[in-house]
């Protein structure tokens, strides 16, 4: 349809129900959200009330994230996301690559295998990593039939690390495979027969041609570990809390949504920047698709 003033009628249509799904179950929970998050407890009768707020009532909420014990915990997801990020990272890349020059018959059956976890909810896939991990669990029957452990692999920040890749590992898979497919394989066989060696090759050449994919992969699997609370709650338990597990508590058993409000955005605005700096680097790539 060029021009939605020629069929109004079609465009309202199909428009309406998206915008109404966007509006009542993302923009106003949102919004509600953001004016919680300027909001404290009500003091009635002397008394702070657990389920009445006042609303709009300043920034505490924002000013008490600052708080040492708060910051500890941010800095700490911030670099279990990072790790867990580089290691998707490393190791998505050789298997985006490999499926790139395998024959072209077994490409969909690779990718198959790439977005199988999808397939399977998160919540069981997390409890067959305990399986794997725990005490009397598979890898440590593995590593008794040589005289080795048991050791203790869940509850700590490997678990949680260990997780967070096997979570996000397509997240970083799919963007890759996606630029690397799309590179002009002459670029590779002129560097070779120009006496680069493919080490050589692959950093002067590969990297920054399929650094757009690099940069996508990263956001997509950065954010989502930074917020995320399943996985650290079941693999990491009490000894390896992040930010995502503390605002999931303000919500249930503090019953402190103003302040779980304002955590929710903190990491919205981080986002919001991590966003921003992707359209940056857009920008200065001269056009080129990230």
Do not use: H
């Given at each position: ?12 249509v199909l428009g309406l129900p ?139 920040n490997f678990a949680v690390i ?129």
């Amino acid at each position: 349809m060029e021009n939605w003033k020629e069929n109004p009628k079609v465009f309202w249509v199909l428009g309406l129900p998206p915008t109404f799904w966007l509006s009542a179950f993302f923009i106003i929970p949102l919004g509600f959200l953001f004016v919680m998050s300027f909001s404290d407890k009500a003091v009635i009768d002397g008394q702070v009330s657990i389920t009445e707020y006042s609303y709009l009532t300043g920034i505490s909420n924002y000013i008490r994230a600052f708080d040492s014990l708060y910051l500890t915990i941010i800095w700490k997801s911030i670099w279990v996301s990072a790790l867990a990020t580089a290691l998707c990272l490393l190791t998505a890349y050789p298997i985006a690559f490999g499926i790139c020059f395998a024959p072209n018959k077994w490409k969909p059956l690779l990718l198959l295998f790439v977005i199988l976890p999808f397939w399977i909810n998160l919540l069981i896939r997390t409890y067959a990593l305990i399986a794997v991990f725990r005490t009397q669990g598979y890898v440590n029957l593995v590593l008794g039939t040589v005289g080795l452990g048991p050791y203790e692999m869940l509850y700590n920040n490997f678990a949680v690390i260990f997780g967070l890749v096997y979570v996000y590992m397509p997240f970083m898979v799919l963007p890759l495979y996606a630029t690397i497919e799309r590179l002009d394989k002459s670029f590779l066989e002129a560097s070779l027969d120009l006496g680069a060696s493919q080490f050589r090759t692959f950093l002067s050449v590969t990297v920054p041609l399929t650094m757009p994919g690099i940069i996508s992969g990263v956001i997509l699997v950065f954010i989502p570990c930074l917020g995320s609370f399943l996985t650290p709650d079941l693999l990491g338990g009490a000894n390896a809390i992040m930010i995502g597990n503390v605002i999931e508590r303000q919500f249930k058993s503090a019953n402190d949504w103003p302040f779980g409000a304002a955590l929710s955005f903190l990491l919205m605005y981080a986002t919001f920047g991590a966003l921003a700096i992707r359209s940056l680097i857009a920008r200065r790539s001269k056009g080129v698709d990230i």
